[in-house]
């Protein structure tokens, strides 16, 4: 049944034999392979499997977790939690680095994952997802904060799982970004996307337009062009979605091209975005840029940001290339003020809009 056909492990093997670290670096991936078949088994149970509904908890961003949320935090842990490969884990669900148990040297890698993304969907049944990031870990040290800070060029490996009608597991370890279909019968994940490839040009954006009054002028001017449609400057219609779970949207773009937009907003001045650096951003711009597609922040590319901060929000803007080029040149325009029927005083004049990524 299998003749011919790529499984995760074989893949890895052939692809991570030429680096001197790449046997751990395999072991680490079938571990994020192994949680997320877990996570895969308890959502795909939904309703039936007890676990939907809140946890009656907050994470550190102050989000209510759902129970799913929590179950799926603790399964990647777990499952990761072995000690020669890993040095340190960090989730969007805990504040600190969590420590892994070792009794002989510290790992090489550090795994930074957002264990179910999307969840606030999961009770309706939409697909959901788990994003994770593996950087080096350079010193013999335990990792602290300050280790996990690293820029997305610095990531050896990211992926996401899409929970979908199939449950996918799309995977970077920058040699190009490859989509495996776990086959449920016999627990496999099988390469079915090998070198996935994002069209440079789209008719297609993924927005939530609820915000846009919030937007700054950049991306009202390219949201109003692409509603403009035919009679328009970009002289062809567009077509809009919106799932409100990354993963999802993301995979569509993959899939058939697009435009993901979590831009910047002022609906609350502290927070530059919605989306997390390290756990949501960086992984799929990885994946995004190895499938020939960009990711942006509006104004430098995403993976060249520096965190600051393990929980730091970012303004992600990512997927066909030449559209991708064409928003960073409108927030080009804005800045230099030769946008003209697009720039409002309530952006430039209040430095608090004036975003430096
Ligand atoms: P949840 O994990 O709380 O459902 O958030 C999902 C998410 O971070 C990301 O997956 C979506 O793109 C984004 O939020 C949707 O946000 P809006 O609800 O503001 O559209």
């Known amino acids: 049944m299998y003749t011919g056909r790529t499984t995760l492990s ?57 129970k799913l949320d929590v179950l799926a935090d603790t399964i990647m842990i777990e499952h990761c939690n072995w000690n020669g490969l890993v040095a340190g884990m960090a989730s969007e669900e805990n504040e600190q680095p969590i420590p892994v148990e070792t009794d002989g040297p510290v790992g090489r890698y550090l795994l930074v994952f957002d264990p179910l993304d999307g969840s606030s969907n999961v009770a309706m049944n939409v697909s959901v997802g788990t994003i994770f990031s593996v950087l080096r870990h350079a010193s013999s040290e335990t990792p602290v904060a300050a280790d996990f800070l690293q820029p997305g060029v610095r990531q050896v490996a990211a992926g996401y799982a899409i929970y979908g009608p199939a449950t996918m597991l799309v995977l970077t370890v920058g040699k190009g970004t490859h989509g495996f279909t776990l086959d449920r019968e016999v ?32 991306v009202q001017r390219y949201v109003t062009e692409c509603k403009a449609g035919a009679t328009g400057v970009r002289e062809r219609d567009f077509n809009m979605r919106w799932i409100a779970s990354m993963v999802a949207d993301v995979h569509r773009i993959l899939m058939r091209g697009g435009v993901f937009l979590y831009p910047r907003d002022f609906r609350d001045p502290t927070r530059p975005g919605r989306l997390r650096l390290m756990y949501e951003a960086n992984p799929i711009a990885f994946v995004v840029e190895q499938a020939g597609g960009a990711a942006s922040t509006g104004r430098m590319r995403l993976m060249e940001v520096v965190p600051e901060d393990m929980h730091q929000r970012i303004p992600v803007i990512l997927g066909s290339r030449a559209e991708i080029e064409r928003i960073e ?29």
């Open 187 to 218: 627990g496999n994940f099988v390469l079915t996307h090998p070198s996935i490839a994002i069209p440079p040009e789209t008719s297609e954006f993924a927005i939530n337009t609820s915000n846009e009054r919030f937007w700054e002028p950049p």
């Open 10 to 66: 074989k893949f890895l093997i052939e692809h991570l034999q030429d680096l001197d670290d790449g046997g751990q670096l395999a072991g680490l991936l079938v571990d994020v392979a192994a949680a997320v078949k877990t996570i895969a088994a308890l959502t795909g149970r939904g309703a039936l499997g007890g676990h939907h509904g809140d946890a009656g908890s907050e994470n550190v961003h102050g989000e209510a977790q759902t």
């Open 329 to 357: 040149r409108y927030h080009g325009e804005y800045e230099q003020g030769t946008d003209k029927p697009y720039r409002s005083p309530l952006f430039k004049e209040r430095s608090l809009y004036r975003a430096e990524v």
